[in-house]
C-alpha cells in the first residue's frame, strides 16, 4: 500500500474510535413508543438505501456495501467505507397534548473490501440494533385528598458490531453471514410520587444489559431479463436466537427532600444485581426482488419477523409480529455526462409497517415517502456523499394513544479506494 493509503487507513482507524465512544454517550431515540419490547428498532439501512426507503435485500454494488445481505459481499471489488449520521424531528400528540423533539445520533460505521475480487468479500463495522430514550407522566387520584403521578423514565441501547464475507458459489449465485456481537444497556425506571405526605414514594429500577453474539444469513442471485434489464433476488433471515443478559432490579421507598432535592431513602423491598438470564430474540426473514441496468435501478423488500415469540427471562411479552413493505428506486440521468448534475444518483421511495405494538387492540403502523440523492466525488471511483430525507407517521391519536409525525435526514459518505488492483508497467 502507498504512504497516502497507509496515513488514510490510520485516520479511518481513529475515527472508528471516536464514533464508537460518541455512539454510546448519545440518546438513539426519543420515541414513547420505544418503552415497548427491546426499544425502537432504528437501523434502515445505510444513506444511499434510506433514500430508496431502505430497499436492500437484493441489492449490489462494486462501489457500495449492503449490511442487510451479507451475501452482497462477494461482489466487493473496492475496498469501501461507508458513515453516516441521522437526525430526526418528531412532533408527539396525544389528544390536545403535542411535545417537539429533536435527536442527532450516529447512524453507522462499516468497512468491506475483497478477499477475492468479485468472489469473496468481508465487512465490518458497527450499526445501532435497537435505543429506547422516554419520558412519560400520568397522574391519577388515589382517594378525594390524594393523588399520585407516576413517572416511566427510559434510555439505553444496543449496538450491533459485526463482522461478514459472502462468497460466490456458482457465477450467479452467492451466500454470506454476519456474525453480529450484540452490546449495550437498557435502563428502565417507574416512579410513584404521592401528592400526600403520609405516604412514601417509590421507585422500581430495571436494568438489562445484553453481551452476545447474534447470526443472519443472506442468499442472492442474479440473472439476466433481456438485453437491456438485469434482475436480482435476496433471501435474508435469522433464526430465534437467546441473547446471554444480565439484569439488575432495585425496588426502594423513599420521601424527596425538597430542600436539597435529594431522595432520602427509606428502606429497599428488593435489590438483585447481575441475575444471569437471556433476551429470545425472533426468528425473521426477508425477500427482495431489483430490475436493474447502467442507469436505473427499483426493488421491492418484504420483512417479515416474528415477535411474538419475544421474550425476556423466560416471560412472554404481548408483542405482534411484524411486516414491512417498501418500493424503492434510484436514477442516474445521463452517467457518462460532463454535466454534474446529469451524474448525481436521484432516489425515491414508499414504505409501510406495520409494528410489533398493539396497544387498546389498535395495531401501530408506519408509513412514509422518501427522497435522496449521490453526489458523486470528482475523478474517484465511485465516492460520493449520500443522503436521505424521509416524511412519515406512527401510530395514532385514537384511544388516547400516541401519533407520531416525524422527519429523518440521514447524511453519509462512501470512500472508495482501488487497494487490489494490480499495477502493470510497460
Known amino acids: 500500500m502507498s504512504l ?19 455512539l454510546f454517550a448519545q440518546t438513539s431515540t426519543v420515541s414513547p413508543y420505544s418503552i415497548f419490547g427491546i426499544g425502537d428498532l432504528i437501523f434502515d439501512g445505510y444513506a ?25 459481499y ?42 477475492k475480487q468479485g468472489i469473496w468479500g468481508f465487512a465490518f463495522g458497527f450499526v445501532p440494533y435497537s435505543g429506547v430514550g422516554y419520558k412519560l407522566e400520568t397522574t391519577q387520584e388515589l382517594d378525594t385528598s390524594t393523588y399520585f403521578t ?40 417507574r416512579k410513584i410520587l404521592y401528592s400526600n405526605s403520609t405516604y412514601f414514594d417509590n421507585k422500581y429500577l430495571d436494568e438489562i444489559h445484553l453481551s452476545d453474539f447474534y447470526f443472519e444469513f443472506g442468499l442472492h442471485y442474479n440473472g439476466k431479463l433481456n438485453d437491456r434489464y438485469n434482475y436480482a433476488i435476496g433471501l435474508t433471515g435469522a433464526p430465534s436466537q437467546n441473547i446471554n443478559a ?28 447481575d441475575e444471569k438470564g ?28 416474528d415477535w411474538s415469540s419475544y421474550s425476556v427471562y423466560g416471560q412472554q411479552g404481548s408483542l405482534k409480529n411484524s411486516l414491512k413493505i417498501a418500493l ?29 405494538l398493539d396497544l387498546r387492540s389498535t395495531r401501530i403502523n408506519d408509513y412514509g415517502i422518501t427522497v435522496g440523492a449521490g453526489l458523486p466525488f470528482k475523478k474517484s471511483y465511485g465516492s460520493m456523499f449520500n443522503f436521505g430525507l424521509a416524511g412519515g407517521i406512527r401510530g395514532t391519536t385514537s384511544n388516547s394513544l400516541v401519533r407520531e409525525q416525524y422527519l429523518r435526514l440521514i447524511f453519509g459518505v462512501t470512500l472508495n479506494e482501488d487497494w487490489f488492483r494490480k499495477q502493470k508497467f510497460d
Open 4 to 22: 497516502i493509503t497507509n496515513k488514510f487507513f490510520k485516520v479511518l482507524l481513529s475515527f472508528l474510535l471516536l464514533s464508537n465512544s460518541i
Open 48 to 72: 444511499n438505501q434510506f433514500g430508496m426507503a431502505g430497499v436492500s435485500n437484493a441489492g449490489t454494488s462494486v462501489s457500495k456495501l449492503n449490511f442487510n445481505n451479507p451475501a452482497s
Open 74 to 115: 462477494a461482489y466487493d471489488t473496492l475496498m469501501v467505507l461507508d458513515f453516516g449520521v441521522k437526525s430526526e424531528r418528531l412532533l408527539i400528540k396525544q389528544t390536545s397534548n403535542t411535545n417537539k423533539q429533536f435527536n442527532t445520533t450516529n447512524n453507522n460505521f462499516s468497512m468491506g473490501f475483497p478477499l
Open 150 to 189: 407516576s413517572k416511566y423514565l427510559g434510555d439505553g441501547g444496543i449496538i450491533r458490531y459485526y463482522f461478514g464475507s459472502g462468497i460466490k458459489i456458482t457465477k450467479n449465485l452467492s451466500l454470506g453471514v454476519n456474525a453480529n456481537y450484540l452490546y449495550g444497556t437498557i435502563d428502565r425506571t
Open 246 to 273: 444480565k439484569r439488575t432490579t432495585l425496588w426502594q421507598n423513599y420521601r424527596l427532600d425538597n430542600f436539597n432535592d435529594l431522595e432520602v431513602i427509606r428502606d429497599t423491598i428488593t435489590y438483585v444485581a
Open 278 to 305: 437471556d433476551v429470545s430474540l425472533p426468528k425473521r426473514i426477508g425477500f427482495g426482488l431489483q430490475i436493474n441496468n447502467k442507469r436505473s435501478s427499483f426493488g421491492l423488500d418484504v420483512n417479515w419477523q
Open 328 to 356: 424503492g428506486g434510484q436514477i442516474i440521468p445521463y452517467q457518462k455526462s460532463l454535466s454534474y448534475f446529469g451524474r448525481m444518483q436521484y432516489r425515491g421511495g414508499l414504505y409501510f409497517n406495520q409494528t410489533y
